[in-house]
Every structure is written in C-alpha cells, then in structure tokens.
C-alpha cells in the first residue's frame, strides 16, 4: 500500500488549495478514505472521510463548509479542495485509508501554510 501526497504549499487566508493523494499497491475503489492534519505543537486532527463508491462524506466542524472531499476511483486519486484558508489551517495534511474502524496506512504528508 503506498499514498503520496502533494499540492501543498504557500496560501493566503482566504485563499485556496487542492491537494492530491495518488493510492496504490490496494483495490482503492473498496476502501473508504480520509485526510487528516497535524497543526505545529497540536495532535493529530481528522479533518474528513469519504466512503468508497463517493457514497457519503464527513467533515469536521472546524472545516465544514470550506473543504470538500472527493475521490477519483478511475485514477486511485483523493483530494481536498480547501477554501476560505485561515492561519489556522496551517499543517500537514495526510491521506490515509480507512479500514473497519481504523486509518491502517498513512501517506507522507504535505505541508500547507497559510500566510500573508
């Protein structure tokens, strides 16, 4: 199993990303997934889920309304659209795979700051 994430980077609040995870190594189209950030001297944060087949998402309140989930089972690729960024959103941000009730594997991760 392997997920590499990328599109992090540099944003003004009240600016905009999307980030990718490219899966592989699993039949990705059967496995729920979800994004997960880790913000400087904080613990881990889930952040959204999205259910295999796209039947279903889950945010958290802290970025419900600004972040979208999505996932493009023909290419084995997650993403995160995130809008209206704030300092608060400054992270990095994991795709993991969701198996019964645990995230099994984790990527990497990408780093998203929010700046002026």
């Known amino acids: 199993v392997q997920l590499v994430e990328s599109g992090g980077g540099l944003a003004q609040p009240g600016g905009s990303l999307r980030l990718s995870c490219a899966a592989s190594g699993f039949t990705y189209k059967t496995y729920a997934m979800s994004w997960a950030r880790q913000a400087p001297g904080k613990g881990l944060e889930w952040v959204a889920g999205i259910y295999e087949d796209d039947h279903g998402t889950n945010y958290a309140d802290s970025v419900k309304g600004r972040f979208t989930i999505s996932r493009d089972n023909a290419k084995n690729t997650l993403y995160l659209q995130m809008s209206s960024l704030n300092t608060e959103d400054t992270a990095i941000y994991y795709c993991?795979?969701?198996?019964?009730?645990?995230?099994?594997?984790w990527g990497k991760g990408t780093q998203v700051t929010v700046s002026s």
């Open positions: 993991a795979r969701w198996h019964g009730w645990v995230l099994d594997y």
